[in-house]
């Protein structure tokens, strides 16, 4: 059973910086291609940056490119999200996913379940 624990969320004022971890466990971790979403308030879930399963290959949604940072630490089954010059817009509930493969474009797929996510917050 897969278990998707997301944590490292809080409030900051903008231009701060947060960083994100999402703890896996159920699944071969470093097989499988991992991603950030989010979702803000009467909004539906959105795309943040996803990456490889070596953690050498990354996309991201152009709305936090540039500002966020993608990786992984596969002898730990953890996926990160470092989150640098936060803005009011980015404020959202953070979740993260992934799916077996390589390299896969995960960034439109519809998953089946998700974990809690963690709250992150930007003040202006």
């Known amino acids: 059973q897969v278990q998707l624990v997301e944590s490292g969320g809080g409030l900051v004022q903008a231009g701060g910086s947060l960083r994100l971890s999402c703890a896996a466990s159920?699944?071969?971790?470093?097989?499988?291609?991992m991603g950030w979403y989010r979702q803000a308030p009467g909004k539906q879930r959105e795309f943040v940056a996803y990456?490889?399963?070596?953690?050498?290959?990354?996309n991201y949604a152009d709305s936090v490119k540039g500002r966020f940072t993608i990786s992984r630490d596969n002898a730990k089954n953890t996926v990160f999200l470092q989150m640098n010059n936060l803005k009011p817009e980015d404020t959202a509930v953070y979740y993260c996913?992934?799916?077996?493969?390589?390299?896969?474009?995960?960034?439109?797929?519809?998953?089946?379940?998700w974990g809690q996510g963690t709250q992150v917050t930007v003040s202006s």
């Open positions: 990456i490889s399963s070596s953690g050498f290959s990354t």
């Open positions: 996913n992934g799916r077996p493969g390589r390299y896969v474009d995960i960034s439109k797929l519809q998953f089946a379940s």
């Open positions: 159920g699944i071969i971790f470093s097989d499988n291609t």
